[in-house]
């Protein structure tokens, strides 16, 4: 019963994403897009931060090491949200879009806090 009422949620929220996409290739080459511009810039933004922080040393080396646990559990989390069935490549890049974003915002913050 609990597994049945999941599946329902799971294809109430990623099914009209899949019909969607397969309508068109132009749609299906606009998620890939998409996806492909904000995992890149997510990944400049965590760079760009890392570099603002600077040198590992004692204190920053505990700021890199959380950002990492928190880039780890939202790849988990996203492992056990996003579907495996289908579109798992376009939803692959979004999974890294948001685990380099949780580990990016935690940087930005924790250096604000902590250096500005």
Request: proline fraction near 2%; include cysteine; glycine fraction near 6%.
């Amino acid at each position: 019963m609990l597994t049945n009422s999941i599946s329902d949620i799971h294809n109430a929220i990623f099914n009209p994403l899949r019909s969607w996409a397969e309508q068109s290739t132009g749609n299906w080459n606009m998620l890939i897009g998409v996806g492909f511009l904000l995992v890149m810039g997510s990944a400049i933004f965590l760079y760009a931060v890392y570099k603002k922080i600077g040198e590992g040393d004692e204190r920053t080396n505990q700021i890199f090491l959380k950002s990492s646990f928190y880039m780890l559990g939202a790849i988990i989390l996203c492992d056990m949200i996003f579907p495996k069935e289908y579109m798992w490549t376009i939803f692959f890049l979004f999974k890294y879009t948001l685990a380099f974003l949780a580990a990016g915002i935690y940087m930005a913050v924790r250096y604000k806090k902590d250096f500005a």
